[in-house]
């Protein structure tokens, strides 16, 4: 018996949100896994299972969809942002304590989206020209240095230290997932097993706060 063909959506029938938002997650992952040049929008239709003409009714060109999935990431970046930041400063815990929650969150966000993380490496391979365009990479990047020199109490006329600290978290959180398949595997290491993931985000927390809490001290 001939295997029946996927039945495609349609924006009137099925609801224009929920094929824009099919739209949105397919080209998401397309973005991530292809790139800009090498994603289409007949791609991301039939990855969608939408018309090929659908991503263009909804967004109009590539640029515009590529464009409205980084806004959409950014969005989702400073939610969290946000709401970490109300826990932090209702929990009334001390600076380490707040710290190290601040850190598992960022890890636990970026391990949750690994979309995300492959994006912005490939705006990177490309010069980041892309996000020139795109506010909310500049407000999102802003809000979680306010956030982070809230939270864990810095002295707002350095605000060098705040940036400082935020690279450093990136840096350390972000290395064993862009690199999963280059130099953690010639370590023999599997960077999707919980177990590592676990250990990672102690390791990280450890070493920010043996970092912050020691400098403080001398």
Known sequence: MAATAPQLLDPDRSGSRTTREAVLNAAERLFAERGFELTSLTDVGAAAGVSRGTPGYFFGSKGDLYRAVLERCFAEVRAAVRSGRERALASGEPPATVLAGVVSEYFDFITANPNFVRLIEWEALTGGRTLEAVPPHIEAAQEALAALSAEVALDPEHPEEAAQL????????????????????ALGIDATTPDFLQARKRHVIDLVLSGTLGRSRS
Do not use: E
């Not at 935020?166 to 595997?185: A, D, K, Q």
């Open 166 to 185: 935020l690279l450093s978290v990136i840096g350390l959180c972000w290395f064993p997932l862009v690199h999963s398949n280059t130099m953690l595997r």
